[in-house]
């Protein structure tokens, strides 16, 4: 039996139907996406994002606080409210939000409230600053899977909140172990923070 002929209305639909097709495999996740993370020292903070593939930026700065374009001074006198944070810029196709997070737990102590290793004071404090509503539901979650989970006895007291400004840090900031190896393999060996995070993490410590 021959089939009936397509009629134009039933050929329109055909083609709306592939147009519909073809614009839905597009949706796909967008090229880059924005996370910020506050960890202590951020030089720390960048080094360890720096070595996850998918990553295609990091910028020191800071925020979290009330005062615009702060100094690293101003945010070091402790009275701007700012944290010193690193936004990391990623492909999500090759990262996802999840797995940043799991990999933040994994290079911070998450048990201090103000300070963190060898430098202390709120502006080294951790926090997860959430750029939409789903990055925030995201951490919320994650963190209460951490309180159960957990293989430390401390009370995790990182915050997450949304993000609010970011403001980058002074150049010499930007990629300081890259620009200053010794200098900062010296900071990083005296301050403690692989030994703190292997006696918290195990094997899932960062580096």
Known sequence: MNAAP???????????????????????????????FAGGCFWSVE??????????STTSGYTGGTLANPSYEQVSSERTGHAEAVEVVYDPRKLSYPQLLE???????PTV???????MGSSYRTAIYAHDA??????????AALEKSK?????????VRMAGPF????????????????HYAAYRAGCGRAERLKRLWGDQAGH
């Open 113 to 119: 409230k103000d300070g963190q290793f060898c430098d």
């Open 167 to 182: 403001y980058p840090a002074e150049a010499y900031h930007q990629d300081f172990y890259k620009k200053n190896p010794m």
């Open 134 to 143: 789903q990055q925030l539901a995201a951490a919320q979650a994650s963190r």
């Open 6 to 36: 397509l009629t134009r209305r039933a050929v329109a639909a055909t083609l709306l139907l592939g147009f519909v097709l073809a614009a839905s495999s597009q949706v796909q996740a967008p090229a880059t996406a924005k996370a910020t």
């Open 151 to 159: 293989p430390f006895k401390g009370d995790i007291v990182t915050e």
């Open 103 to 109: 990999y933040y737990w994994h290079n911070v102590d």
């Open 47 to 56: 080094l360890a994002f720096d070595k996850l593939d998918g990553v295609i």
